[in-house]
């Protein structure tokens, strides 16, 4: 691990701390997180930050980074966290077959979800630019964001949560472009193809 990631790292660490949040970074491919499988998780009730570790030190680096941010999101108040602990927790439930959303409640779920993982994932950007991160090509980052945001609006069609993360699969990654969109709705046939071919 160079010295900028450790400097992050250490600092992003003492803060969560120093504000009361519990931190689990855990010798783990993979997370429980009340029965869907994730590679991290930041959660407010209770404070809990959740990072699976047992990965190669590149990969859990990012899921560090966008779990950080979505703290940074929950202590900063923004809209993007107000309205996703308004609407998007019903997601998971919704994914579990344990309610039914309407389709104006599940295109307002999914919407503040996706605003949600979209803001987070321009703060990792600028955490990297910041902490001046140069052994993440942060081109490709925004890659394997698009392809987690786009993996939120095949979910009104699929209702399942991936088996196998999409942003892990070059086919998938391939079919997508480099700056961040400015429709999330617009899914192109090629991803959605690949993501229901690979991914559960």
Request: glycine fraction near 2%.
């Amino acid at each position: 691990m160079n010295d900028k990631i450790k400097k992050f790292i250490s600092e992003a660490l003492i803060e969560m701390i120093e504000n009361k949040v519990s931190i689990n970074l855990l010798r783990k491919n993979i997370i429980d997180m009340n029965g869907t499988y994730v590679n991290g998780f930041f959660d407010s009730k209770p404070l809990s930050f959740n990072c699976a570790m047992a990965k190669p030190q590149k990969e859990w680096t990012l899921i560090f980074l966008h779990e950080y941010n979505h703290y940074k999101q929950f202590k900063e108040n923004t809209k993007e966290w107000n309205d996703f602990t308004k609407f998007g927790y019903k997601l998971w439930d919704w994914l579990d077959n344990k309610i039914e959303l309407d389709s104006n409640e599940l295109k307002e779920t999914i919407s503040s979800t996706r605003n949600l993982e979209l803001d987070c994932e321009k703060r990792v950007v600028k955490t990297i630019e910041k902490y001046k991160l140069d052994c993440i090509d942060i081109k490709h980052y925004i890659k394997l964001s698009n392809v987690y945001i786009l993996f939120y609006s095949l979910l009104p069609i699929t209702r399942k949560w991936y088996s196998k993360a999409p942003y892990d699969i070059k086919s998938i990654v391939d079919t997508v472009t480099d700056s961040f969109l400015d429709n999330y709705d617009i899914v192109p046939k090629n991803f959605e193809l690949e993501v229901v071919k690979n991914c559960f």
